[in-house]
T-cell receptor, first 113, second 113 residues
Framework: ETGVTQTPRHLVMGMTNKKSLKCEQHLGHNAMYWYKQSAKKPLELMFVYNFKEQTENNSVPSRFSPECPNSSHLFLHLHTLQPEDSALYLC????????????FGPGTRLTVL | GENVEQHPSTLSVQEGDSAVIKCTYSDSASNYFPWYKQELGKRPQLIIDIRSNVGEKKDQRIAVTLNKTAKHFSLHITETQPEDSAVYFCAATISGGYQKVTFGIGTKLQVIP
């Protein structure tokens, strides 16, 4: 796969675990996004980073902690999650300004036991 | 915040027929309206988009219309083929320094051969 990659593709974790999701893009974009995709719900925007600065946090619980060390990498640190956090977590990137396409990664399927 | 409503949630058509999916949005600041297609187990991919200064856009069998006054936009697929079967998401975007995207709930389109 090229463009936007995500690891791991599947993750099963207990409620007391700590894990991290990783996203990497090779498109030269400077805006990166985390989305949550649950069954029967719209894609939910969680966080936006623009030139490594967090510009949007859509009232996401603190058990989700994003990190953007540079414009190519984005992490989502997870701790003490709940079963209802089980979902597909998608990363996306875009050029930062103007009306432009977002490029999505393949997602991480997260199951919280 | 922005609210995007999409309908129908499921749509079955015979191969060769047309399919129409409709969305409404609430925030007049939204200025970019992409449509994404997500095949089973795959990432969402942009199929067509329209900016707020345009009323209609067409790309082969796919067209999108936008009515800013009424705050609604629609996707039209003509001469549907089995490979068009997927979930389609509309989105309303406020784009400036970065994109704040609100997605519709998705429409599962099934094209029956």
């Amino acid at each position: 796969e090229t463009g936007v990659t995500q690891t791991p593709r599947h993750l099963v974790m207990g409620m007391t675990n700590k894990k991290s999701l990783k996203c990497e893009q090779h498109l030269g974009h400077n805006a990166m996004y985390w989305y949550k995709q649950s069954a029967k719900k719209p894609l939910e925007l969680m966080f936006v980073y623009n030139f490594k600065e967090q510009t949007e946090n859509n009232s996401v619980p603190s058990r989700f902690s994003p990190e953007c060390p540079n414009s190519s990498h984005l992490f989502l640190h997870l701790h003490t999650l709940q079963p209802e956090d089980s979902a597909l977590y998608l990363c996306a990137s875009s050029v930062p300004s103007g009306a432009n396409e977002q490029f999505f990664g393949p997602g991480t399927r997260l199951t919280v036991l | 915040g922005e609210n995007v409503e999409q309908h129908p949630s499921t749509l079955s058509v015979q191969e060769g027929d047309s399919a129409v999916i409709k969305c409404t949005y609430s925030d007049s600041a939204s200025n970019y309206f992409p449509w994404y297609k997500q095949e089973l187990g795959k990432r969402p991919q942009l199929i067509i988009d329209i900016r707020s200064n345009v009323g209609e856009k067409k790309d082969q069998r796919i067209a999108v219309t936008l009515n800013k006054t009424a705050k609604h936009f629609s996707l039209h697929i003509t001469e549907t083929q089995p490979e068009d079967s997927a979930v389609y998401f509309c989105a309303a975007t406020i784009s400036g320094g970065y994109q704040k995207v609100t997605f519709g709930i998705g429409t599962k389109l099934q094209v029956i051969p």
